[in-house]
C-alpha cells in the first residue's frame, strides 16, 4: 500500500511538505516514550529538533533566550551585539547596554543626568537568583548592574527590570534545555564568507559560540569551501555548519571539505522569492529527503530550513530525514521576536522580513545572496507581517507534544527509528491532489475557531 520514498522522491517531481502524506503503521508505545533529542551537527546535541532562524526580525536576544532554554538558537551576528547568553542561569547578562538601554541617549551625557543614585550596583557576576532577590526585597522595577572597568570606575554594562525576572522565571525547567558540556546554554551564530567574517568569528569564538553557521543561499561556492577550510583549520573545536543545499551534489561538496552540518531549503521561506527571482530550488520535502540520504552515509544531521508553518511539517521534515527544522516565520508573530505589535485590519501584528529583502538587505545582509559586489541589489524576499502568537515558551512544548503524537502515529519513538521505517520501506507515503489537500485541512464550515492552546 503507498510508495516506498525512493520510488515517490525518483519520479522528477519537486514536492512540498502539503504534497505528500504518511500512511499510518503501528502503535505499541504510549506518546511520552516518544525521544525527540536530536543533533543540530556532529558534536552539538539538542534535547528538542527545533533551532529558531538567523534572521533580524525573528533572532535576538529575547528570541535566543528564551529557544536556548528550550533547544538552540542561532542568531544573527553583528559583532558589537554578539552573543552574551552564556550561563543565563547562573549570571545575568543578556541584554547590550548600548543597544537596549542608551540608544536614545546622547553618547557623551553621564549615567547621573537620567538616573538617580542607588545603593544597589551588583557585579555583572551576581547570580540570577541574587538580582532576583535585591529587586524583590528593594520593591524596585529595575537594577542596574556593573562592572569595575579596571580604573575603580564602575561601568553599567545592564539593565534588569523585574519584569525580564518574571520572563526568566517563566523559563522551562532544565530538563528541556539542551546544555554545553559546561552547563550553559547552546549558542549559535551566523556569518558570511566575507574577509570580515572572518574577524567577526574570532569575536564569536572568544565569546564561545557552539556552532556557527554559514549563511547563504546558494552554499555550493568557492567561497563557502574556502570559509569551511578556515574554520576547520582556525577553530577545529568548533562545528561548522554549510548550506543552503537542496541537491546531493551541492552537499556532497560541503561534506567532502569537512562540514559538521548541512541546512536544506532555497526558495521555500515563506518570505522567498528565489524560486521566482532566479529559477532555482527545490521543493522542501524532496530536497531534505534527497540531501538527508547523501548526508546519513556521513553522519552529518542535516537541518530543514524554511516552509514550516505547523507540527504535522515537523514530523515530515524529521521523517524524511532532517535532524532539526530551522523556523521563520513559525516564530516571527512570538512575544520574543523583536520588533512592537502593530494593528493590521484589526489583527495584532508584528514585521517579518526576508533576509533578501531590499530593506534587509540595505542593512547588510546582501553577502546572503552574494550581492555585495553587485552595485545593482536583486531582492529575493520580501517584508510582510505574522499574527500575534503568543510566546514561544507555550508554543513550542505544545508543538513538540503534536510531534510526538505524529511520531507515534508513525509507529517511530524517535527520530532515527522514524527515518528507519522510511528508508527501509516499511513506511509508506503518498502524493496528495488537490482536492485530498482540501480534504485534509478544515473545509466546510461557515466559521470556526482555531484555538490551540
Ligand atoms: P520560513 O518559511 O520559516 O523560512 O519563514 C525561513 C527561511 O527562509 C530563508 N530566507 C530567505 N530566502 N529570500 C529567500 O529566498 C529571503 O529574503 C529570505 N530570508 C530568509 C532562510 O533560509 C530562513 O531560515
Redesign the pocket.
Known amino acids: 500500500d503507498g510508495f516506498p520514498a525512493t520510488r515517490l522522491f525518483n519520479q522528477g517531481y519537486s514536492y512540498t511538505y502539503d504534497d505528500v502524506i504518511f500512511l499510518p503503521h503501528y502503535i505499541d508505545f504510549p506518546t511520552d516514550a516518544v525521544s525527540l533529542s536530536t543533533k543540530l551537527s556532529r558534536r552539538v546535541a539538542l534535547a528538542i529538533p527545533c533551532v529558531s532562524?538567523?534572521?533580524d526580525t525573528v533572532t535576538e536576544s529575547s528570541m535566543a533566550t528564551a529557544m536556548a532554554s528550550l533547544g538552540v538558537s542561532i542568531r544573527f551576528s553583528f559583532v558589537r551585539r554578539r552573543v552574551l547568553l552564556r550561563s543565563l542561569h547562573f549570571r545575568y547578562r543578556v541584554r547590550e547596554p548600548e543597544v537596549e538601554i542608551f540608544r536614545f541617549c546622547d553618547k557623551e551625557a553621564r549615567v547621573s543626568e537620567y538616573m538617580t543614585k542607588s545603593s544597589i550596583t551588583p557585579p555583572t557576576s551576581y547570580s540570577f537568583e541574587d538580582v532576583a532577590g535585591y529587586l524583590a526585597k528593594d520593591y524596585s522595577e529595575f537594577v542596574p548592574l556593573a562592572r569595575d572597568n579596571g580604573e575603580g570606575v564602575g561601568e553599567i554594562v545592564n539593565l534588569v527590570t523585574s519584569e525580564d525576572v518574571e520572563r526568566i522565571k517563566g523559563f522551562p525547567k532544565l530538563g528541556l534545555s539542551s546544555l554545553a558540556p559546561e552547563g550553559s546554554f547552546l549558542v549559535g551564530a551566523a556569518v558570511g564568507t566575507r574577509e570580515s567574517d572572518k574577524e567577526r568569528l574570532e569575536h564569536l569564538v572568544k565569546a564561545r559560540i557552539n556552532v556557527v553557521v554559514l549563511d547563504s543561499?546558494q552554499g555550493n561556492s568557492i567561497y563557502q569551501i574556502e570559509m569551511i577550510k578556515h574554520v576547520k583549520n582556525k577553530y577545529p573545536e568548533l562545528d561548522v555548519i554549510g548550506g543552503?543545499v537542496v541537491t546531493a551534489y551541492q552537499a556532497q561538496n560541503l561534506i567532502q571539505t569537512g562540514v559538521d552540518g548541512l541546512?536544506v531549503?532555497?526558495?521555500?521561506?515563506?518570505?522567498?522569492?528565489?524560486q521566482e527571482v532566479c529559477a532555482v530550488g527545490r521543493g522542501q520535502a524532496t530536497a531534505v529527503y534527497k540531501v538527508a540520504s547523501i548526508a546519513a552515509a556521513s553522519s552529518v544531521p542535516v537541518i530543514a530550513?524554511?516552509?514550516?508553518?505547523n507540527s504535522g511539517h515537523i514530523v515530515k521534515a524529521l521523517t524524511l530525514g532532517a535532524s532539526t527544522v530551522?523556523?521563520?516565520?513559525?516564530l516571527?508573530g512570538s512575544n520574543e521576536a523583536p520588533g512592537i505589535y502593530e494593528y493590521q485590519g484589526g489583527r495584532r501584528v508584528k514585521k517579518?522580513?526576508?533576509?533578501?529583502?531590499l530593506e534587509?538587505m540595505t542593512k547588510g545582509s546582501d553577502s546572503r545572496?552574494l550581492g555585495d559586489t553587485a552595485k545593482l541589489k536583486i531582492a529575493?524576499?520580501?517584508v510582510g507581517a505574522v499574527a500575534d502568537k503568543g510566546s514561544v515558551l507555550k508554543f513550542i512544548p505544545y508543538t513538540m507534544q503534536a510531534v510526538k503524537q505524529g511520531f507515534q502515529d508513525l509507529g517511530a519513538s524517535s527520530l532515527q527509528s522514524a527515518n528507519d521505517l522510511l528508508q527501509s520501506g516499511v513506511l509508506r507515503l503518498e502524493v496528495r491532489t488537490g482536492a485530498a489537500q482540501v480534504e485534509g485541512g478544515i473545509h466546510g464550515l461557515v466559521s470556526y475557531e482555531k484555538k490551540s492552546f
Open positions: 532562524s538567523p534572521m543561499s543552503n541546512r531549503g532555497m526558495g521555500s521561506g515563506s518570505i522567498c522569492t528565489t530550513d524554511g516552509g514550516i508553518s530551522m523556523m521563520g516565520s513559525f516571527a517579518y522580513r526576508g533576509m533578501g529583502s534587509a545572496y529575493q524576499g520580501v
